[in-house]
């Protein structure tokens, strides 16, 4: 098992770096979408909720496989990191989109009223007052969401990205035996495993002060 080590780290590398700017780009991508949601521009909000359905109701794997293998017969061919990066970016943008539209819409409108009668702009309403009570209810179901997705960069093993379990593949078939899928399974359990006590600790710190 030992001289497999090596490709697994190798793998747990490139899976922490997707996991990382797969979380901070679809979170920052929502979250600015859920804020131009709320100017409610007509043509702007029908995009923005055309984008956020198709992506949440469209596989990650489909939408893998369509970029991948797809997008060179109009001439743009991407790697397997970027593919995987913007899918799973898209999908997590989609799902945030729609959490952080629902936490401000739960905001009561007698918020808004008592910020623009003191003198501030919608702009500065949304931003100062609305939006900061808002991402501390979402921050519960977010990190939920952003967990499920990132584990999903998994899929980069079906277009040939060398992450964990494309590098425990490879080797499992060189190996003729489930060792290194098993050592795969560690290391997306010492990956993970942090960030679901991380989510529940924030869970049950949220639940508290609203309590």
């Known amino acids: 098992m030992a001289k497999y080590l090596p490709a697994i780290i190798g793998g ?24 131009l949601r709320a100017y409610r521009i007509k043509a702007l909000n029908i995009a923005i909720v055309a984008f956020s359905d198709v992506f949440r109701a469209l596989p990650p794997l489909v ?6 293998f797809g ?8 790697s397997a990191f970027v593919v995987i990066w913007l899918v799973l ?20 409108k ?17 931003l100062s007052v609305v939006l900061p009570q808002a991402v501390r209810l979402t921050v519960p179901p977010l990190t939920n969401r952003a967990i499920a997705i990132t584990k999903s960069t998994a899929l980069g093993m079906v277009i040939g990205l060398p992450d964990i379990l494309g590098e425990a593949t490879t080797a499992q078939s060189f190996s003729g035996n489930a060792s290194p899928l098993m050592m795969a399974a560690i290391a997306y359990i010492v990956l993970f495993l942090p960030l679901v006590v991380f989510s529940r600790w924030l869970e049950t710190r949220f639940k508290w ?3």
Do not use: D
């Not at 939408?63 to 991948?68: E, N, V």
């Not at 918020?111 to 500065?124: H, I, N, V």
């Open 12 to 35: 747990m590398g490139v899976t922490l770096q997707l996991a990382v700017l797969v979380v901070v780009s679809g979170i920052v991508l929502g979250l600015l979408l859920a804020c």
């Open 63 to 68: 939408i893998i496989l369509i970029a991948y």
């Open 71 to 78: 997008l060179p017969n109009v001439g743009l061919s991407l």
């Open 89 to 108: 970016g898209l999908t997590l943008g989609a799902f945030a989109e729609e959490i952080f539209w629902a936490g401000i819409l739960s905001i009561h």
């Open 110 to 126: 007698g918020q808004w009223e008592a910020a623009r009668s003191t003198g501030l702009t919608f702009t500065q309403t949304l």
């Open 209 to 211: 002060r609203q309590a």
